[in-house]
Nanobody, 116 residues
Framework: QVQVVESGGGLVQPGGSLTLSCAAF????????INWYRQASGKERELVAT????????NYADSVKGRFTISRDNSKNTVYLQMNSLHPEDTAVYYC?????????WGQGTQVTVSS
């Protein structure tokens, strides 16, 4: 059964850090580009970070560049999003998306709340 499962969200103070994980099951993970998206309440979903199949290329939204780092471990079928220097505006549900050719899979999302 195909599954994408995010974890690691929670409540953190401004300036703090969190690491999100995205675990994949039931498909050939190493073939897929992985994207992290986020959606804040009342806003559209936005692309935050992307990592290609072997991890050779990464891209970030301007709003997180220099603060977030995406990485992957194909031996564990897992992608990570290290988030540092978090701002209140980073508060959102974070979603993992696996994409290859015409196939795409989404996780259920994990809530990140940045607040004092």
């Amino acid at each position: 059964q195909v599954q994408v499962v995010e974890s690691g969200g929670g409540l953190v103070q401004p300036g703090g850090s969190l690491t999100l994980s995205c675990a994949a099951f039931g498909f050939t993970f190493r073939l897929y580009t992985i994207n992290w998206y986020r959606q804040a309440s009342g806003k559209e979903r936005e692309l935050v970070a992307t990592i290609t199949t072997a991890g050779g290329s990464t891209n970030y939204a301007d709003s997180v560049k220099g603060r977030f780092t995406i990485s992957r471990d194909n031996s564990k079928n897992t992608v990570y999003l290290q988030m540092n220097s978090l701002h209140p505006e980073d508060t959102a549900v974070y979603y993992c998306n696996a994409h290859w050719a015409d196939r795409g899979y989404w996780g259920q999302g994990t809530q990140v709340t940045v607040s004092s």
